[in-house]
């Protein structure tokens, strides 16, 4: 009976993992305001948000905000308004999270950065401020590797380096285990998603009360299957052990911003740093008292680093004028960086603090 029995539970473990790891999601409209942008070879989530208060030839360089990994756009909620006043911001659901396509494969930070690259032709977006939270900064690097007209310069939040410089705690690993982590994904409760999240964040910090919805890292676990789970986080693996942050982003040449978090859980913020230092002009911050999520723990600090970052960033107008000038491609985008010389080490090392508003997982 007992051989029976385990026989029997190794046919459903194994049946649910073949369920499991099948299991795709078309692209859905998950919040108002959004749309699905149609590409060449997935759906994504998008939602543009046009200058608030920009006067006529005063517009900034548009914002494109990429979220970590296991979340979505709704992770960006309390930047947005902080930056949104002169600039056109473009938030989106990357591949396999939030109301984006879910599909079996295509989760390669190269392929992640290839749809967002032409969801921005989609929309036009040429010399924009790349912003990257954990596995976001992976692909906003990517996406400066690949398409340099549409990048201007890159600034990440939290993400590592190199692979050795990121770790989850074991109950986060054990979610990636060959046929346990199919069966702890059928029954986990939403205690246990949320308890997962707690790394995301510096120890004690109300991460539910820094979301307008108090379900959300609930909510973007549920939007997932667990294919995109599992192989969005071999993607974001394989990319730094390709080539490190640090080299690739000096190997494009475009300013660049680290922003880290004193107390971060998951990234080893000495060892991330130091490495950002060495990329030539980089402005590397530390927040105090910070974790993996400065966007939710101090939005008012990012959103100043960022707009400070940002504003030696051509407009539209200033770009579509040098464009023309300049030969297309890189040689404008080279032109465009002589403007300011040294802006993206205004700052360089000097921590900050959490600020007073900071409201209230992801990699």
């Known amino acids: 009976m007992l051989i029976g029995s385990a026989l029997a539970l190794a046919a459903l473990l194994a049946i649910n993992t073949a369920v499991i790891d099948s299991e795709t999601k078309s692209a859905g409209v998950t919040t108002d305001g959004a749309r699905i942008l149609e590409l060449s070879s997935v759906d994504l989530q998008i939602f543009d948000h046009p200058a608030t208060d920009a006067g006529p030839g005063s517009e900034g360089a548009p914002i494109v905000l990429l979220h970590c990994y296991a979340c979505s756009l709704h992770w960006w909620d309390q930047i947005l308004p902080l930056v949104n006043s002169n600039h056109r911001v473009i938030t989106l659901d990357l591949i396999g999270h939030g109301g984006s396509e879910k599909p079996k494969s295509g989760y390669s930070i190269p392929e992640q950065a290839r749809a967002v690259s032409e969801a921005l032709n989609e929309l036009g977006v040429r010399g924009a401020v790349l912003v990257g939270h954990s596995m976001g900064g992976e692909v906003a690097t990517a996406v400066a590797e690949g398409a340099s007209e549409l990048v201007d310069r890159v600034a990440v939040i939290s993400t590592p380096s190199t692979h050795d410089q990121a770790k989850l705690p074991f109950v986060g690993r054990l979610a990636y285990a060959p046929v346990i982590g199919e069966a702890v994904w059928r029954i986990r409760p939403d205690s246990l998603i949320q308890n997962g999240y707690d790394s995301a964040f510096a120890p004690g910090f109300d991460f539910e009360a820094a979301f307008a919805n ?25 990319f730094t052990g390709d ?46 008292g910070v974790g993996h999520s400065a966007n939710l723990e101090a939005p008012d600090d990012t959103a100043e680093l960022l707009l400070r970052f940002g504003g030696a960033a051509p407009g539209p ?25 040294g802006a993206a080490r205004a700052g360089n090392d000097r921590p900050a603090g959490r600020g007073t508003k900071s409201g209230g997982g992801g990699g």
Do not use: C, H, W
């Open 214 to 238: 108090p379900d959300q890292v609930v909510e973007d676990n549920r939007a997932m299957t667990y294919t995109s789970f599992d192989r969005a986080a071999a993607a974001a693996d394989d």
């Open 243 to 288: 080539g490190t942050i640090a080299a690739r982003i000096t190997a494009t040449g475009v300013p660049f911003l680290a922003i880290l978090g004193s107390d971060d859980q998951i990234v080893d913020t000495p060892a991330a740093a130091e490495s950002f230092r060495a990329v030539p002009g980089a402005a590397v911050q530390v927040l105090d």
């Open 317 to 341: 107008a200033e770009l579509e004028a040098e464009t023309r000038e300049a030969a297309p491609g890189r040689q404008a985008k080279q032109n465009g960086r002589k403007r300011a010389p």
